[in-house]
């Protein structure tokens, strides 16, 4: 099912989606996929905080918006920015003259689908701070480290590098340690926005949680046994979902990327890179 978006204002101009998610269409709509009317209330209110709370969401496709928030609904993460779970990022689209909505996954996504899957023992992802490695065996894949035991003080800290490690219940293990300069180089070749210092990029705004996000989606996606919820949540990172039901693949931390839209008011004439365009059910990822 394609989530449509053709509701328009008697000018026919597409209406914002503070409104359109409050006409019938798109109620009836939230109602039949969600099914339960507690859930879709629930959904409605936090989808709406979300795009309140970012100004450059306003002018975005509503249906965009709204497949975006579905997706992270089917997924059982909440859109809130301040839980980091997912996030909607405006991008511009100037092949079809408009402003999309993209489902970006956060660390902490990351971090909820695993622990639901029952088959992690431990799941870490750490950075650590100047001074703090002693060293780190990648054969083995052990670490030694002497971590900084004032909070205050190793917040302030510089960041040296990144550590992420898993073990399952049945006792297998894997660890990452990556540098803050392989780190930088990695966000420089993937971001073309960070790599020109644009300012608005999220490896600009919270570097440590890009690299987080970055350092869990290499372990996972290569070493761990992925659930169905993971599978599709890592498929989806970083799409936006059109209404034939096709997921365009935007942005990657395994491919060239373009850049999010500023929120703050100057614009940007930052146009997305050339794109993969995957096919996608998007009503197999809105399952119960």
Known sequence: MAVQNKLANSSGKKLPFTVAIQ?????????????????????????TSAVSAN?????????????AGLLGEGLNL?????????????????KNHRKTAQFQLGYKGYIQLAIRSGQYKKLNVLPIKEGELVQF???????????IQDARQREGAATAGYYAMFE?????????????????SHARKYSKGYA????????????????CKTMLRQLISKWSIMSIEMER?????????????????????????SEPVPTAPTETNQEPQETEVQE???SDVLGE
């Open 137 to 147: 065996d990648p054969l083995n894949e052990e670490i030694e480290v002497q971590l």
């Open 196 to 211: 020109a210092g644009k300012g608005y990029t999220f490896w600009e705004k919270d570097f440590d949680a890009m690299a």
């Open 55 to 67: 100004p450059a969401l306003q002018d975005c496709d509503a249906g965009t918006i709204l497949s």
């Open 23 to 47: 006409t019938d269409g798109y109620k009836r709509l939230i109602q039949n996929t969600l099914a339960n009317p507690k859930r879709a209330a629930r959904f409605v209110t936090a989808i």
């Open 233 to 257: 949540a890592i498929t989806n990172d970083m799409t936006v979902q059109h209404e034939d039901g096709t997921a365009e693949f935007i942005e990657s931390v395994e491919s060239p990327v």
């Open 78 to 94: 909440s859109p809130s920015p301040q839980l980091g779970q997912y996030y909607l990022v405006p991008f511009n689209d100037s």
């Open 280 to 282: 996608a059910d998007f």
């Open 168 to 184: 399952y219940t049945n006792g297998f293990r894997k660890a990452l340690y990556w540098s803050r300069e392989k780190m930088e």
